[in-house]
């Protein structure tokens, strides 16, 4: 199986609003069991995202998830500090496995 | 609360065998539908899923490492052991375990802190 692919890095303004891909096939991103996870330097990952666009509770309700065909997205409005960090996208597969995407590294001019 | 520890040898000689234990508290792993997964990090780099053990003993297993993984657990024990064969500096990575709740619910949450394994000679 083949990582997702996200784009490495995506910048934005504190307030902005940036918008993360993350792209893969019709047998995992396809298959509708997308997760997002926020990691930190030097910390272990953070669920943010499950089932495409659910939010855990508690979280902010800044990160918001969407998919269209094979392609699935994280939006994180109002951007802030703390935002800085690594995103790694996840999906179930139709093998019963699971993948995990390149990451993307989001920086907060 | 939940929380997971994974503890193992930092250095592992190439070739040998490494093993992980993945020490869990907060549910058990013979409550229907959960399951523990092991997932890596090279540094510097992307997770990558290595593999999952349910409760009900079923195990799945990421396809191109499937032969060098082993996936056991010890419900008495609440920990869950994952053993990789023939290691090489490649596999140089942080490990973590993270707990998956139940049927259907295919996401990690929470992970462990995670523990660094170096392979060298």
């Known amino acids: 199986q083949s990582a997702l692919i996200q784009p490495a890095s995506v910048s934005g303004s504190p307030g902005q609003s940036i918008t993360l891909s993350c792209t893969g096939t019709?047998?995992?991103?396809?298959?509708?069991?997308v997760s997002w996870y926020q990691q930190h330097p030097g910390k272990a990952p953070k669920l943010i995202i499950y089932?495409?666009?659910k939010r855990p509770s508690g979280l902010s309700n800044r990160f918001s998830g969407s998919k269209s065909g094979n392609t699935a997205s994280l939006t994180i409005s109002g951007l802030q500090a703390e935002d800085e960090a690594d995103y790694y996208c996840s999906s179930y597969t139709t093998s019963s496995t699971y993948v995990f995407g390149t990451g993307t590294r989001v920086t907060v001019l | 609360q939940i929380t997971l520890r994974e503890t193992g040898p930092t250095l592992v000689r190439p070739t040998q065998t490494l093993t992980l234990t993945c020490a869990f508290s907060?549910?058990?792993?013979?409550?229907?539908?959960?399951?523990v997964a092991w997932i890596r990090q090279p540094p510097g780099k992307a997770l990558e899923w290595l593999a999952l053990i349910y409760w009900n003993d079923d195990k799945r297993f990421n396809p191109s490492l499937k032969s060098r993984l082993t996936l056991t657990k010890d419900t008495s024990k609440n920990q869950v052991v994952l053993i990789m064969t023939n290691v090489d500096p490649v596999d140089t990575a942080t490990y973590y375990c993270a707990h998956r709740l139940d049927w259907g619910q295919n996401w990690f949450d929470p992970w462990g802190q995670g523990t660094l394994v170096t392979v060298s000679s």
């Open positions: 089932d495409v666009n």
């Open positions: 907060g549910f058990a792993v013979s409550t229907t539908g959960v399951g």
């Open positions: 019709s047998s995992d991103i396809g298959y509708n069991y």
